[in-house]
């Protein structure tokens, strides 16, 4: 019974002495700490999910707003843009046709999209309309002014999360009003889905102004309330629409009496 005592104690003993030294190391051998928790992608995209929901406010609004469109060396130009109750529009560009020397008007109604050429002092002859094709088709180049995009169907692209499209706030350029943001295209396509620039809006999805390569376009005034629909601005007629570049400058050779004496 001794001995066992004395073993005992002996293992008592150890266990005495090993207790600190355990302790000791659970104290200096702490576990490394978890990596911190992942905050989620920063929100870079903040500017563009602003954006979008200024666009599709835009899509929703419906009105008539008369806007100025600016160039450089070039006079004033007032637009008349109408979005109407049942999604139709009509923008009126004075000088977008035949190298500037005709006012067009375009529409898209459910009938589809139309180019009128409206009357002037350059051709006083009455608004007639030529049926361009669906009211979503794509403008050929060659009958395209540009200056509607902004307010039609860029909004579309402006509102697509899968768009190539680089979005940041802006300050807002002089001249213009409403938050404002610098879009560019990160697509290396020569067919940008919209033109580079500065987009801007008020609140409730007011187009206020664009500023691109093309010009300026800065609302003019608070817009009014919108029609039922469009109307276009003459009859529909079965003839070719008018080009955006200036016809050919005549012949001189072609004229009449030309080489007689």
């Not at 160039?71 to 130009?77: I, K, N, T, V, Y």
């Not at 012949?251 to 030309?258: I, K, L, Q, T, V």
Request: aromatic content about 4%.
């Amino acid at each position: 019974m001794p001995v066992l005592n004395r073993s005992a104690g002996r293992v008592l003993g150890s266990l005495v002495f090993a207790l600190p030294t355990a302790l000791l190391s659970c104290t200096t051998e702490q576990p490394a700490p978890p990596p911190p928790a992942d905050p989620g992608p920063v929100r870079v995209d903040a500017a563009r999910d602003e954006l979008a929901a200024l666009a599709a406010a835009a899509q929703d609004r419906h009105l008539v707003a008369q806007y100025v469109f600016s160039q450089p060396g070039q006079p004033d130009r007032s637009i008349v843009f109408t979005s109407a109750n049942d999604g139709s529009w009509r923008v009126d560009v004075p000088g977008g046709a035949l190298g500037g020397t005709a006012d067009i008007s375009l529409a898209a109604t459910a009938d589809g999209l139309f180019q009128c050429a409206l009357p002037s002092s350059a051709r006083p002859e009455p608004a007639r309309c030529v049926r361009l094709g669906e009211r979503d088709d794509t403008l050929p180049r060659r009958l395209d002014p540009r200056i509607q995009h902004a307010l039609t169907d860029w909004l579309d692209v402006l509102t697509d999360r899968r768009a190539p499209l680089a979005v940041a706030l802006a300050a807002t350029p002089k001249g213009l009003t409403g938050a404002c943001y610098s879009v560019e295209s990160t697509s290396a396509s020569l067919n940008a889905p919209l033109d580079v620039g500065i987009y801007c809006y008020d609140p409730d999805g007011t187009p206020t102004g664009v500023r691109t390569a093309a010009g300026t376009l800065r609302l003019a005034a608070p817009p009014a309330p919108a029609p039922a629909t469009v109307q276009l601005a003459g009859p529909v007629v079965d003839a070719e629409p008018l080009d955006t570049a200036a016809p050919p400058t005549p012949d001189p050779s072609d004229s009449p009496g030309a080489g007689t004496s």
